[in-house]
């Protein structure tokens, strides 16, 4: 039993989907071909190459078993899929927009004359029903930014993470109509009939999300200094602590913690005895 992960072939989220999947042990064979289908050090596990806005489609039919894509494309597809992962990367929203010059400031100012210019019609249109508009939708497959100015739309829809590119092209936004972000999602069947494999990747995956920002801290104590190490060292789940084949009484402390608390940590660790301290990157917390 094999499964197939689609991910994109190009775009922004590209190589954070293929850093995910080699973090979590799935590396690709054949990347650098930029093959359609790729093996991974897996036999039974193979990632496709698609466009994005493919993928949710593509894992809704079951032509991939499982995916990584936005929640955008996934709520413009109108896909039916299981989402299994958020994975904490490519945030961005998708937002209303108008020249800064116009007349349009909030909702209330959008009269039903005005024209809407999107590469995002499915969910313009839902947002427009929320809002009681009736607009007309031009449907844009690009260079969604310059609409207003060359005539063709009075307001914008479209994905933003910083609002830089919008206000460089003189846009404003009105409001936010979606919030979205990365995730790994599998089609209803497969997750089924294929449990075990998916679950096996997704667990991996969590793993390596788990891990971010974590490191393991190593140190030896003196057995009479460990009740002081112990009040200053956090940890995640607890620390573990073994004897030191040593001429002194003396034992090993182990702990995970975050990265933010590395500095301040190192050193009240050292005023508290401890001493050949160690600290480590973690790849995955299973």
Same mark, same amino acid.
């Given at each position: 039993m094999k499964?197939?992960?689609?991910?994109?072939? =190009? /775009?922004?989220?590209?190589?954070?989907?293929?850093?995910?999947?080699?973090?979590?042990?799935l590396g690709l064979i054949d990347k650098n071909n930029r093959k359609l289908i790729s093996k991974t050090f897996n036999e039974n596990i193979e990632v496709m190459f698609a466009r994005a806005s493919d993928i949710p489609e593509f894992v809704n039919d079951g032509v991939a078993d499982m995916g990584i894509t936005g929640v955008d494309l996934i709520e413009e597809n109108?896909?039916?899929?299981?989402?299994?992962?958020d994975l904490r990367f490519g945030q961005t929203k998708l937002v209303l927009a108008a020249p800064e010059q116009s007349q349009i400031n909030s909702i209330d100012d959008i009269t039903e004359d005005m024209k809407v210019a999107t590469e995002f019609p499915?969910?313009?249109?839902?947002?427009?029903?929320? =809002? /009681?508009?009736?607009?007309k939708i031009v449907k844009l497959s690009g260079s969604t930014e310059a609409a207003p100015f060359i005539g063709i739309a009075d307001l914008i829809t479209d994905l933003t993470?910083?609002?830089t590119t919008l206000k460089m092209n003189h846009l404003e936004i009105i409001d936010t109509i979606l919030e979205s972000t990365i995730k790994l999602i599998a089609n209803h069947e497969s997750l089924s009939n294929k449990r075990e494999l998916i679950e096996a990747?997704?667990?991996?995956?969590?793993g390596?999300?788990?891990?971010?920002?974590?490191?393991?801290?190593?140190m030896n104590v003196d057995a009479s200094d460990l009740d002081k190490v112990k009040e200053v060292m956090p940890s995640m789940g607890g620390l573990t602590i073994s004897?030191?084949?040593?001429?002194?009484?003396?034992?090993?402390v182990q702990g995970v913690i975050d990265e933010k608390q590395v500095f301040s940590l190192v050193n009240d660790l050292r005023n508290a005895g401890a001493r050949d301290i160690l600290v480590v990157p973690i790849e995955r917390i299973i």
């Open positions: 499964i197939k992960i689609a991910i994109p072939s =190009k /775009g922004r989220i590209s190589e954070p989907s293929i850093n995910i999947l080699e973090k979590a042990g109108e896909a039916d899929v299981s989402e299994l992962l499915v969910l313009t249109q839902k947002y427009l029903n929320e =809002k /009681g508009l009736d607009l993470s910083t609002g990747v997704s667990t991996s995956i969590k390596v999300l788990d891990a971010d920002r974590k490191k393991l801290i190593m004897e030191v084949l040593s001429d002194h009484d003396t034992v090993a």
